[in-house]
């Protein structure tokens, strides 16, 4: 009986065994699975955003003859930098235009081909005429900004096949853009105004300017309020505090904040800041006071980790040479921790950056056409930027806001190396 159940027990044995296998190798494979789809998901979306984003970077001109007529451009005839501002610059390159298509005759031949070009044309030559004065009197070649109807035709994005009445780019327009492009008067060429202009109703003109000044001011007096206040409340509590009911009671709502949602903190600076103290809405100030409360949980918490982590055998040293207790802890354990806390404060800073919800609640998400050039002035900042063009009706507008993603995508990206960074940097080994 012992010989005949042997071979039945390492036959369940071996049954056993090879589910135990199987098992684990179905667990792997769906760790792999896992992984594969986050990854093919996160290049998804990257990809999306790069597609719908690089149009944006680019932009279209009509290279034509501009006449700089001396009566339309300098009213005064005296080459004054007033008068050249006030000349009429819609003239010559309307007639620019008609030069090259003299057939457009009608009104409304004329006004389908002004349609080509963008207001920003004319704001380039009068920038032209201001810095080379000495040209008025003669006729140079200018690139001419198309509108961004024109340029999504030109690069393409047009459906020509559709009935004329269910685009916005008509047949005479498309037969214009297409001898353009024949002779080869269609240039394309870095927008070099997406990171130099503000925002704008014109898709073509619409930059990010506003929105990266907005950005860098906000987190600048996020940055000076969070970290010196978040650093010095994480000192107190892990070095100097008792521990005492009152200080766990600290502690458990400093975790609790860093959960709260960023919504509530927008609140909170709609009631106190704007309503009661009165400060200026859609400014970088009060939004990077928002924002700070916001960060200081995560700059708190950070810096308390990174305290933690310090050998007590270094302060044990400095008590032991006759260092006082704040000597000790801020001549040795603070630039021993200062590594993981300048982490978690970029970490933080970052996590800043990309928030909107508490901008919108107090203003920031106006439209703003000036560029910022202080924490009072009315701003916005790039993640509003976003959500503003992706509302708006304007198809062009969509490659702005792709565009604006995967500027502040590398703005996160080289706030998080910088924290990998400092981090490999400044790690002391023990």
């Given at each position: 009986m012992t010989s005949s159940s042997d071979p039945q027990r390492l036959d369940r044995a071996d049954a056993r065994l090879r589910r135990r296998y199987r098992a684990?190798?179905?667990?792997?494979?769906?760790?792999?699975?896992?992984?594969?789809?986050?990854?093919?998901?996160?290049?998804?979306?990257?990809?999306?955003?790069?597609?719908?984003?690089t149009g944006a970077f680019v932009e279209s001109v009509a290279v034509l003859p501009v006449a700089l007529d001396a009566g339309a451009l300098d009213p005064d005839g005296d080459r004054s930098p007033e008068s050249l501002a006030r000349g009429n610059y819609a003239s010559p390159v309307r007639e620019a235009l008609r030069a090259r298509f003299p057939e457009a005759s009608g009104r409304r031949e004329k006004r389908a081909l002004a349609g080509l070009l963008s207001v920003g044309a004319e704001y380039d030559l009068r920038d032209f005429v201001l810095a080379h004065p000495e040209a008025i009197g003669t006729t140079v070649e200018r690139p001419l900004l198309l509108s961004d109807d024109a340029d999504l035709y030109v690069r393409g994005d047009v459906d020509v096949d559709v009935d004329e009445s269910d685009r916005k780019v008509s047949d005479a327009q498309v037969a214009w853009l297409d001898a353009l492009?024949?002779?080869?008067?269609?240039?394309?060429?870095f927008n070099r105004r997406l990171f130099t202009s503000g925002d704008s109703r014109e898709p073509e003109l619409a930059g990010l300017q506003g929105a990266i000044r907005g950005s860098f001011l906000t987190l600048l007096v996020t940055l000076l309020l969070s970290f010196p206040i978040g650093v010095a409340a994480a000192l107190y509590l892990e070095e100097f505090a008792p521990r005492n009911r009152l200080t766990d009671f600290?502690?458990?709502?400093?975790?609790?904040?860093?959960?709260?949602?960023?919504?509530?903190?927008?609140?909170?600076?709609?009631?106190?800041?704007?309503?009661?103290?009165?400060?200026?809405?859609?400014?970088?100030?009060v939004g990077g006071i928002v924002l700070a409360l916001m960060t200081l949980p995560t700059v708190i918490i950070a810096g308390r980790a990174a305290l933690s982590a310090v050998p007590p055998s270094i302060r044990e040293a400095a008590l032991g040479v006759g260092a006082s207790h704040v000597q000790a802890v801020l001549h040795h354990v603070?630039?021993?921790?200062?590594?993981?806390?300048?982490?978690?404060?970029?970490?933080?800073?970052?996590?800043?950056?990309?928030?909107?919800?508490p901008l919108l609640m107090i203003g920031m998400i106006a439209f703003i056409v000036d560029l910022p050039t202080s924490p009072t002035d009315p701003a916005t900042v790039l993640p509003v930027q976003i959500y503003l063009w992706s509302d708006a009706p304007e198809r062009a507008f969509q490659a702005r806001m792709g565009a604006a993603i995967i500027v502040l995508l590398g703005f996160l990206v080289v706030m998080n190396g910088a924290a990998v960074a400092l981090r490999r940097r400044f790690e002391s080994r023990y």
């Open positions: 684990e190798r179905l667990f792997q494979a769906s760790g792999v699975a896992a992984i594969a789809f986050a990854v093919g998901t996160l290049f998804l979306l990257l990809g999306t955003v790069v597609y719908q984003g492009v024949a002779r080869g008067q269609v240039e394309r060429r600290v502690e458990v709502n400093i975790n609790n904040l860093a959960a709260v949602p960023s919504i509530v903190f927008g609140l909170l600076g709609l009631a106190v800041l704007l309503n009661f103290l009165g400060l200026p809405r859609s400014a970088p100030l603070l630039p021993q921790a200062l590594p993981g806390i300048l982490t978690g404060t970029i970490i933080g800073m970052a996590r800043a950056l990309g928030e909107t919800a």
